[in-house]
């Protein structure tokens, strides 16, 4: 089995085509994700930049009770030099018990500041309420802050949010499937029926006729070994394996707030004219005075306004575009003609509404 899997494997990279995607790099296998952890604990060590919240006092009282000391019911225990903090980490697939995650610590009550300080020792738990890591150690704050006597403040970067490198210990491993089964799934990250096609036919021109089936536009099934080592082999040959993607789905992407915009390479327009540019009229008053020749005779003088009115049609460009027009020609059009993104977006929402845009317009 092995020799074969090293032949396979050798073939997948001798037959990569040009302009192809490892199969690693755009699938990802069904099952086999990662999981988040989130917890509730005490930084301590501050330097008089915590928080005084009820809870914070409460769980530093529980804390201490723990350990037998016992506080006065009518004494509140309040410190500057203590935070209650939200604690979250992911918890990657396959990890074991005693292996090391991250973990990023967040202020949730009034902390100025976590610099300097220390977690104590935290559970952090999964969906179904169970213990999976123990976070505790000392935080790193990248953010820092300072504060006058006259209440003028500074802050650079989020001073109440550090992280903490191995931070937790794994104290219990997530069960997974993936040695169940006398098959496996592959998930593409971007569903398209044309790539689950070919990678199933790159599969199935590797291993045989029948070995990989595409169930839908996201999932192809493919048959693996039972062995658990065994299947670790086969898989390594097959996200190794290239295949060609299929092209994306002609989409434009507008953002508003921040006025970019974004063109997919199949986007299309249909046969169109359009016409940018603005209308100006410019209406000015000029009166004139008008005097009588034969003053003698009776004449008044009198005031004759005069209006004139310019109509200046700006420097409105009006462009053509052919039935196939592509990409490269809609963006040279509009270059030339040197519009805003603003109405760039005006114009592509015109066309969309027209009817001659064949693109999705995705405005976020």
Excluded: W
Aim: glycine letters at 10%.
């Amino acid at each position: 089995m092995n020799q074969v899997l090293a032949l396979l494997l050798l073939c997948c990279v001798m037959a990569a085509p040009v302009q192809a995607e490892r199969l690693k790099d755009i699938t990802s296998v069904s099952g086999v994700r990662s999981n988040q952890l989130v917890g509730y604990g005490l930084v301590v060590g501050l330097d008089g930049t915590g928080d005084g919240t009820d809870f914070t006092s409460q769980t530093f009282r529980n804390m201490l009770n723990n350990f037998g000391v016992a506080i006065p019911a009518d004494v509140s225990p309040e410190s500057d030099n203590i935070a209650a903090v939200a604690i979250h980490a992911e918890l990657p697939p396959f990890a074991k018990p005693g292996q090391t995650i991250d973990v990023t610590v967040s202020a949730i009550g009034d902390a100025k500041s976590l610099r300097g300080g220390s977690l104590l020792m935290a559970p952090l738990k999964g969906a179904d309420g169970q213990v999976y890591a123990i976070a505790q150690g000392n935080l790193v704050v990248s953010g820092f802050g300072a504060q006058g006597n006259d209440g003028s403040r500074l802050s650079v970067n989020v001073p109440s949010v550090g992280r903490i490198p191995n931070g937790a210990s794994v104290e219990r491993a997530v069960p997974n499937a993936f040695s169940q089964g006398d098959s496996l799934v592959l998930n593409l990250n971007n569903p398209d029926f044309t790539t689950a096609r070919r990678v199933a036919e790159q599969i199935n021109g590797l291993l045989g006729p029948d070995a990989a089936q595409a169930m839908d536009a996201t999932s192809i099934r493919v048959r693996a070994p039972r062995d658990s080592s065994q299947r670790v082999s086969f898989l390594s040959v097959l996200e190794n394996l290239s295949v060609s993607p299929g092209k994306e789905v002609a989409k434009v992407i507008i953002n508003s707030r921040t006025g970019t915009i974004i063109i997919g390479e199949n986007v299309r327009v249909s046969p169109v004219a359009i016409t940018h540019g603005g209308l100006t009229v410019a209406i000015s008053e000029t009166p004139e005075v008008s005097q009588p020749d034969t003053p003698l005779a009776g004449g008044q003088t009198v005031v004759t306004p005069r209006t004139g009115i310019q109509v200046d049609e700006g420097s409105g460009h009006m462009f053509e575009f052919n039935t196939g027009t592509s990409l490269r020609d809609l963006v040279e059009a509009v270059n030339q003609v040197g519009v805003a993104p603003g109405d760039l977006m005006a114009i592509l929402e015109a066309l969309k509404q027209a009817g001659a845009l064949r693109a999705e317009l995705v405005v976020i």
